[in-house]
């Protein structure tokens, strides 16, 4: 064989070897950008959890004028109920003081529910009251706003009526809430998004 011949298939051999290295950075490149996402397409902060696992309602003037309350509800169903940070509890001097589940003819905090099928759980209208909350200067009644078998209250609202203050988005939510896969649809109809809350509320 030739030199020159010798020479054109170094150079091929060579040229091959390239190509399969250009081909295995640019496999690393893709799978990195998808590995690793782009820092300027991140948010300022990370999405909580309720972002995460929930979709957000409210139901705007509940009732009443300004009785604003969210609606979280998970994937399995359940729904957070809560005060919108438009109620007009908040826009009392000091907000909220104290936390009553002693309501109707039965105190909310004494319920015990057990067991997968939730033994004992209350079914509630969507008008039924949850809990009085108190203020400096008022009192007001929050209701269940979702027809459902009433899981959980939040207890820890008695001693520390504050966390209403400070988080009624998470450590200050007021109750749980099972509704029916039927009910619910009904209920939905009459929340409006986070989106459509913002705008009509006016808050960022």
Known sequence: ?????????????????????????????????LLVPDMQSLPLTPPSAVET????????????????????????????IGLAPSHIAFKDEDGVTAVDFNVGKSDRSGMKVTGKRKK??????????????????????????????LLEVNQQLIKQPELLNVSSHREGYIAIIMPKPADWLKIKASLVSLQEYKKLREVS
């Open 120 to 149: 004992n759980a209350q079914h509630f209208e969507s008008n039924t009251s949850l809990c009085k909350i108190s203020t400096k200067n008022d009192t007001y009644i929050v209701r269940c706003c979702v027809k459902g078998s």
């Open 1 to 33: 064989m030739s030199t020159i011949n010798k020479d054109v298939i170094v150079d091929e051999s060579n040229c091959s070897e390239a190509k399969v290295v250009e081909a295995k950075e640019e496999e690393e490149e893709e799978l990195q950008k």
């Open 53 to 80: 696992n929930f979709e957000t309602y409210f139901a705007l003037d509940f009732m009443k004028p300004a009785h604003d309350q969210y609606v979280y509800r998970h994937a399995n169903g359940l729904c957070v």
